[in-house]
């Protein structure tokens, strides 16, 4: 089986941290291009921030850069994203997706696998 599973999600207090994790089965993470896209209701999916596949150099949307960060655990086969300063604005649901292009795409079209998604909710 291949496939991705996000966890983590929840509920969070604005100005407080969560992190999200993409388990990868039936393939090796550190052969693709990974990425996290959300989508908040009524808005369309956005590209968070993404890991080549060559490099795993990271990309970033402007509005999580310096709050976000995503990580690589080549031996437990994950993804990471590292959520603070988190703001109303960030609730959404979050997906990690998986292509075979070699650097970071922030076109939510261009990835092959995805995960079934994790609520993120921040509170006020």
């Known amino acids: 089986q291949v496939q991705l599973v996000e966890s983590g999600g929840g509920l969070v207090q604005a100005g407080n941290s969560l992190r999200v994790s993409c388990a990868a089965s039936?393939?090796?993470?550190?052969?693709?291009?990974v990425a996290w896209f959300r989508q908040a209701p009524g808005k369309d999916r956005e590209f968070v921030a993404g890991?080549?596949?060559?490099?795993?150099?990271?990309d970033y949307a402007d509005l999580v850069r310096g709050r976000f960060t995503i990580s690589r655990d080549n031996a437990k086969n994950t993804v990471t994203l590292q959520m603070s300063r988190l703001t109303l604005e960030d609730t959404a649901v979050y997906s990690c997706?998986?292509?075979?292009?070699?650097?970071?795409?922030?076109?939510?079209?261009?990835?092959?696998?995805w995960g079934q998604g994790t609520q993120v909710t921040v509170s006020s």
């Open positions: 997706a998986a292509g075979i292009g070699p650097t970071t795409d922030r076109s939510w079209a261009k990835y092959n696998l």
């Open positions: 039936g393939f090796s993470l550190a052969s693709y291009t």
């Open positions: 890991s080549s596949w060559h490099s795993h150099i990271s």
